[in-house]
Structures are given as structure tokens and as C-alpha cells.
């Protein structure tokens, strides 16, 4: 159906032509001649315009014909003054625009209330060690109950856990997460089903047969909308679940889960206590405040750590909104956006004084004609009107423009740094947007009726027929710009160091050749209980990806490169006091150091070496380095963890910084997968297929081999390793660079404009000076540097008033850009001024060039 | 003859482009067929405005048409047509002119 179009417009009509009938066949042979029309914003936009053109026929004569004059005289003087017009209309769009987006995406994605009943009561909570209390990590269930059993401060208390799983369609198997709860964890958060129902408490007895909830985007995407869904078997993992009910996407929960599934706890998980893997919530109870529920939370641990000394006496409580938990707590991302918004906001500021600039200058320009109108007699009231209606011909245009602009970029920078912003999924340009255009345009409306300003005098004087421009209004210009470019000065100082910090990232040496390497990730049902059973697959998987053309080496690794991963301790066997207390473990099939391209600095790799009960270990050079001080490390023995395991080290392979550059290498332990002890059997594995050409091709062909397989398994997050690099780098962090230095340079290229415009109007004021200096013996390259001077001036106070900016600017991105790689303090300052001197060396140079040009006489002739 | 039966240019090409339409007489053809005839585009406001003044002084009238209402948004048309009055006026307009033209041909050829 074709969408209807806008009301008001038609609504307009209808107030403005008496008879109610003959407005309605009006507005109905616009609809007529519209409705059809693409694009919609474009119809919408003629269709508008049609209806106010018709209404302004029907107003009273007299008051139409006002209108019409001013408007028409408006348009006829905006029309001359094109470059006034396109500069200014340019620049507010940009400004307006600029903020518009930001402004959308922050309210979106910051500020929007989470779509939950009463979602300040909710908190998010769980252990932390006492001796270093950072973040919030999970809780053990027995733990859990017994907190949730004594709580009075929480109206209910739930936890959660999240895992990747495979639901098989017809479509074939997808990958998706899902979120296992406490049968109340949706009631606590205040969801209530839309179709079908919630959990109830016996779907989590052991034994009860297995149920799921899916979400409205799963139930729409794999599923169809099938009305029949609730009550239908699928796939997860192999094994089935009936779904019970549909639940809205996008609740805040981080990760957005497509899938809900109830804990089973038997009678042994119950009374699990050491293993700290469920993530808890609580709703405050009515007029609880949240401090008073986190003390009551750390009051009953305290318990549980008296009671249970060994597992729980090194923690306590950490508790945060539930609000800043799901907005990504204090990930990088929140960190950026106050310093995007307030570079939003200063290109705004940079905007409205480039208007006002260039208002004045225009205004000076027509002193000669504003004196006439005066002295014919137009009265302040009417010069207002004119006035007003100029400065709307200026800023609706703008207007329009920015929301275009806006409704453009809005979606294109969530497609593009989507997995920096939080709910990226939901933000759309709507109302926000265009309320942010109306406010901003109304603020653009009266700076540029101010600028344009009343004459100041009632009594017109003969120098204000003259055509100079007045020395107050050029100083006043002159300041301005200066700001102008002090505003900008302070952009570019941001934009210098977040674009420094990130220039070191991408240069940093990760280790490995990141070129030409594939990943993916492949997962296992619980089908595979059997660890020679998921070694048989994997052995196989990697057998049959060798042998595909092109491909030079497949190995796998229990964590995604470049991504962190799991850590323990690990010791000298022979001489306790050597302990790496975090060391990194991985486990990998044996030719993963050639895929992964790391060099066997000592020793052998696991290639070619049977897996026997033999205890071997590979570990990295910083691992050798820490523990073996001095000497070989081949057939040394290793401790790892506090247990008695203890291995021989087979081979040393060189440091792989496995956090990206952002962090320095790490200690690490390559354990072979499939040798003891049983985490070394994992399920989850993450391929490296080190390949000639282009590695997109070989996608295909993994895909058809891991569907031969076993048709059950899906394979996942398909990545080059050059992209895990670069996404090691924080996609916030890039996208707030990518952002901040595009505005960085828009603020100065209207800076820079503003220069060029006052020096501009200098060599014009000054064309009978420079005639006389030439008279009497000055060079023109002497008249070229006199005006070079005059930009280098602006350039030195903006300089100076930028130094505040950046000030402030700088330590809003010194807190979130990585201290090791952002250069100094002296370094930075050296850049931006080198980038604003150019700047503004080359806008003074266009206008100083042809002062310097000018013939004497010529110049002499002028006045 | 009173004063009000000469029409203006503008009111004798609305007329006359009506009387071409025949039953067709709806302002979107109307408005095409005067744009094709004087070859410039004619504003939607100026001819709404021309054929109140017209109706009001009862050389057009109109009747209300549901018959293309899902293409406007629910709203009916009009179809104009010439009244006898119209046609009348015309005809004194045309014998006005025509006699101011006679023997006018070598000068304006």
C-alpha cells in the first residue's frame, strides 16, 4: 500500500480556503497528482510545497501581497548574493547535520530508556576479588541460591548464562546465542511474552522436557512468522526443545541473545560452589534504593564466605544499574561518545560564527542599500520582516539539507560501526532528529537576524552610503574567525592524537604475518561426549580443509586470535620460586604454528610427533624466557596450575601478542588438543587456514566439508586474520577516530574559509594603502608578506584561543585513547600547528597573491 | 450590455481550454491543457483563483465526483463545466475583439 502523505500540509489548506468543500477537492487533486510519486521524501517535499503555494493564494490580499514582496525581495537579493548563499547555507547543513546524527545516535543508543518495566530497579551483580575489586564477574549457583533464598532487599533474584548453540531449519544449521536462565530471570526483568508463554518453574526441574522462547526477529527470520510456532519442536544443537513463547529482540540484553532456554540444575549443580559460571540480576524491591541493596548482597556474602572459606574468602559483592551494565558498563564506546557530542557541538558553534561572519560581511556589503530603504522610509518593523524572511531563505534550505543529511548518515555509520554502539540495531533518524534540526535551525534563524542586525543610528549618515566597509563590523569579523579557527585549532589537536594513537596501532608487529590466513570457529554438540570421538572430527576436518587447493597449512586453536583468552598459573617444576601467575593457555591442533605462521624458535612443534600419554608442552619464548632463565628450555619441566600436573617442554615458539596491539605479549602454554588432561579435549575450536589467492573463494568449500561431516554443525564467524587484527583495535576506538578527525577537518575547512574571507576583505580595504606603498617604493613581494602577516596574526590568535580547546579536548580523549601509543603532549601540539599554520598560509595567500599583483595606479585610482 | 460581461485573457483561456476538455472538465486536464496551449507552466493557485471568480460570477459551475477517490486520498473531485452564461460572454468578448481587429491585418501581420 502506498504510504499516505503528510497531513499537516493538506491540514493548512484547509484553514486557509473558506469554503471546506473546494479545500477538499483542492487537497484531493494534489493527492491526485502526488500520492504516486517516488521518491517519498521528494513527494512529500512537492507535494508541501504545492499546498503552501495554493493556501498563499487564498490569504487576504493585503497580507499575501506583504509576504510576497519581502519574500520575492529576499529571494531576488539571496539570488545575487550566491556565494553568500551557498557558503552560509553549506555550512549550516554541515553544522546542523553533524549534530542532528550524533545527537540521534547518542539518544539511541545512550540515553533511550531500555525497553523494560521500571528499569531502574534492576542491578546487575556478582563476585569480585576483594583484593582487587574491578568489574563484576559471575557467581556459583550454590552460592546464588542460597542468596537468593535469604534476600529481602530484592524482589527476585536471576541468573543467566550465555552460549553459542546450532538451531537446524529447513534453511540448514545457524549459528546463534543463547541465553539459559532462571525459569523468573524474564519476570525479573519485566518481559512479558508475546506470544505463547514465559518460564514456569517446573521446566527447570532435571528431567522436564526441554523448552525454549525464541525472539521476535528469530521467529520472524528462521521461522517465517509461522502463526503454528508456539508448541513447535526445533533444533538446537541437535537435540530438540519445544518452543513455548515469542519474546521481543533487543531487550538491552548485552549480546542480544536470540534464544532463551531454562536452567536444569540437578541435585550436584545445586550444590556447586567453585565454579563461578552463572551471571546474576536482581530487581529492587519498591523504595529499595540500589546502594541498600548491594550492601544487603555484600552482607549475605559475607556469610557465604565465613561459611565457605576455601571458594569464597578471597571476594565479595560488585554491583552496578542494570542500565550500565547492558549500555556496555565502561567499555571504550560510552567513553567516546561525550568527546564525539562535544566535537558535534563545537563544529555547531563553528558553523552558527561562520554564518554570523558571513552575515556581517554581507550586511556591510549592503549598508548602502539598507541606508536607502531607511531614508525612503521603511520602518524598523518591515526591515525586521525583510530581514527574517532573508535569513529563513538561508537557514530552511539548511534545514532540509541536514535532515537529509542526517537521515543519510544515520543509518550508513551504525552499518558501519555497528558493534561499537550499543543497540545499534534499533537506532533510526525519527523524532529526535528532527527536533534537534528544528532547534538548531531556530538558533541558526536568530544569529543570523542578530548579524544582520537593525542599523544602529535612526539618522543615516553619508559615510554609511558609502561602500567600505565599516572598521567595527571588520573587527568584529576579524574576531570571529579568530574563534573560528581557535575552536577548530582545538578539533585538529584531538583529531592529531587520536589519529596518532591509531596510526602506532595498526604499525604495532603482532607477531605473525596477518596476510593471508583464514579463520573460522566450528562448534560440537554434547553429541561428542566421547573425546576420541571429537578429535576423530577435528583430525578429520583439518585432513580434508589440507587438501583443498591452494591451502598451505590448516591448524586450530581453542581462542580466536588477537581476541584474549584464558589464563592460569604456571611454574618451574624444579624451582617454585619461577611462577608466571597468568600465563595464557591454548590449546591447538599441531600445525597450528605454521598456519598461525609463529617460528619454532627451540625445539620441535607437535607436527610429526605421535599423541601419546607422554606430557609435553609447547611454550612461547616469553613463557621460556620467565621460567628458564639462561638457558634451554626443551626437556624442562613445567607446573601448571597449583595441581601436580607437570609436562616437558617439547619446543619454544616465538611471542604472539594475543590481545592485539593495544596490549603487550603474554606468557603463553600451547597444550595439544586431545591430550590430557580433559579440557584439553574442547568442542569449540577456532580454524587457521593459511592459503594462497584470494580467501574468500575457500569459504564455499569449508562450508560443503563441514556439512558432509556432520550436517549438524555450523561453521562460524568466518574472519581473515587481518581482520581479527584489526578488530583488535576496538571498533569504537576506530570509529570514534574515523569520526572525530572527518569533523576535525570539516571545522577547519570552514576555519580556513573564514581566513581566506576577512584577509580577503583586508587587501580590499586596503587596495588605496597598498597603491601608495607601491607609490613610494614597496615591493610586491613586501605587499604579499603584509598580508601573509595578516593571516599568520589570525593564525596565532586562534592558535592561542585553541590552546583552552585543547585543553579540554584533551583529556577527554587522553581517557580513552591507549596511553602507550599516543604520542606527547609536544608532539601533538607540534602536528595540529603545523597542520593550522599551513592551513591558514595557504587561505591568506590566495588574496595576498593578488594584492600583490595590483598596478599602483589602478590602486591609487580607487575612491 | 453590463460592464462585468468582458473578460479578462486569462478568464477567456480557462473558458475556452474547458470548452475544449467537453467532459473531461477536471483541473488537473485543465491545468495540463493550458499549460500545452500557452506553452508555460501555469500556477495551481492562480487557476483555483480564476475559476472561484469565474464560478462567482456564474460563467463556470461544478459538480462533486467520488468516482477516482482511492487515487485522491479519499477525497472527491470536481468537473466543471461552462454555463450558458459563460458561453455568453465569451461570444461578446469574441465580437468585441474581432471587431477591433478588422482592418487591423497590414499592421500586424
Known sequence: MTRPLPAWPARLLHAAVADPMVAATISGDLHEEYLERHPRWWRDLAFTAACLAVAARYLPASLASAIRVDVVHAARSIARARTFAIASIGALALGIGTAATVLTIAYASLLRPLPLDRSEQLVRWGQTPIANPVGINSTAIANFLDMEARTTAFAGLAASQLSRVNVTSDAGAESVLMAIVTPNYLDVLGVRPLLGRGFVASDAEPGAPPVAIITDAVWRRTFGAAADIVGRTIRVDASPRVVVGVVASNLGVPGDPSLWAPFQWDAAARQTRDRRNIEPIGRLREGISFDAGRQELQALFADLAAAYPAVNGKSTIAAMSYRDFALGGSSPGRGLMPLIASAAGVLLLIAYLNVANLTIGRREARRHEHALRQVLGASAWRQFVHRMAEASLVVVPAAMLAMLMAFWAVPAIVSRFGDAIPRATTIAPGLVTAVVVALASLVAALVTAIAGGRLRSRWVTPAMLGRRTSTGAFRTRRRLVAVQVGLAAGLVYGAVLLGATLAALVRTDLGVPIEGALTFAVGLSDRYSDPSRVRGYFDELSSRIAQLPRVTAVGATSRTPFSGGTNGEASAADDPARVEPIAEYRTVMPHLFEALGLRIVEGRGYAGVPLSAARQIIVSEALARKLFPGGPAVGRRVRLGSDADIYEVLGVVSDLRDFGPTRPSRPAIYLRHGSEPGFASARAMVFVVRAGGVLDALVPDIRRIVRDLDADVAVERVATLEELATRSLGSSRRAATTVVVSLAAIALALGVIGVFGVVADGVERRTREIGVRLAIGDTPSGIVRLFLNDGIRLAIAGAVLGAGVAWFVDGLVRSVVVQTAAPGAIATIAMALAILGASTLIASALPARRAGRLEPVQALREE | ?109
Open chain 2, 1 to 109: 450590455m453590463p460592464k462585468a460581461a468582458f473578460l479578462g485573457e486569462w478568464e477567456q483561456l480557462v473558458l475556452l481550454a474547458l470548452l475544449h476538455l467537453g467532459a473531461d472538465g477536471y483541473v488537473l486536464p485543465l491545468r495540463a491543457e493550458l499549460s500545452a496551449r500557452i506553452g508555460r507552466s501555469v500556477s495551481r493557485g492562480a487557476l483555483y483563483r480564476t475559476l472561484d471568480r469565474l464560478e462567482g460570477k456564474g460563467y463556470v459551475g461544478w459538480k462533486l465526483q467520488d468516482d477516482r477517490a482511492e487515487a485522491r486520498g479519499g477525497l472527491p473531485r470536481r468537473r466543471f463545466r461552462v454555463t450558458p452564461k459563460g458561453i455568453k460572454a465569451l461570444r461578446a468578448s469574441r465580437r468585441a475583439l474581432t471587431d477591433l481587429w478588422a482592418g487591423l491585418d497590414e499592421v500586424l501581420e
